[in-house]
């Protein structure tokens, strides 16, 4: 069957919570948007659209390329019910299911909402997901201490972009199922990111999203030279085992309007 004739493996959910979990990624951002540190030692994380997920190679729309299309390879779990209050230990016999997820973001928009302090409603359209939910045990070592061990490979119009692993996370997924489910119970089917895939040697091994490569070149070059998305554009997104395989399968996508 043709990956044109797959949707997303969960097409909506009661709940899509996405993480920032590689801190190489955070310290990027904050150069990217002109932010200062952010000062905790908690998980970050904020909710978001969950009534819809684009299947792997649904063109998304975008109502205008001035907003700063970019997208973020990351990884991300749905999960049983968890009651509130379940530990980090606990949570992981929660996790179900590990998907692969594009994380398309607004750039432009991005900045002025974070300001207001309400978090998300512009910025972030539905994301997309790879068409194969697998379970933990299907990964056999790649899935490690509520981490997924693999590359993400990324290609901007078909040249490559980034190629950066799952296992640099500060908090395991473990811990973020924690971390949201502190103050209130998960609905079964909740699904949580890890935020966009980073990893510190990202001269070697590149980016998950347009905007890391525009911190690195403001941090290089004093200014940004990369441009986000425009109508046309299309962003292939697959992770690999050590033998090759993709037990995912891919997303790729074109911006449309």
Known sequence: MSTYSL???MPRSWQWLDGSAFGTHGELMQIAFGLPPIDTDRPLMYQGISDRFYGPSEPVPFAD????????GEFGVIVDHVPMGTSADEAL??????VQINDWSLRAIAPIEMKTGFGWIQ????????PFAVTPDALGTAWREGRVCMDLLVDLDGKRF???NGAAMDFGFHE????AALTRDLAAGTVIGSGTVSNANYAEVGSSCISEVRAIEIIRDGKPSTPFMTYGDTVRMEARLPDGTAPFGAIEQEVCR
């Open 176 to 179: 973020l199922v924690a971390h």
């Open 123 to 130: 910025a972030k359209p539905p994301c997309s997901m790879a």
């Open 65 to 72: 390329p001035a907003h700063g299309i970019d997208f973020e």
């Open 162 to 164: 980034g190629a950066a």
């Open 7 to 9: 949707r997303a493996p």
């Open 93 to 98: 016999g929660h996790i179900r299911l590990v």
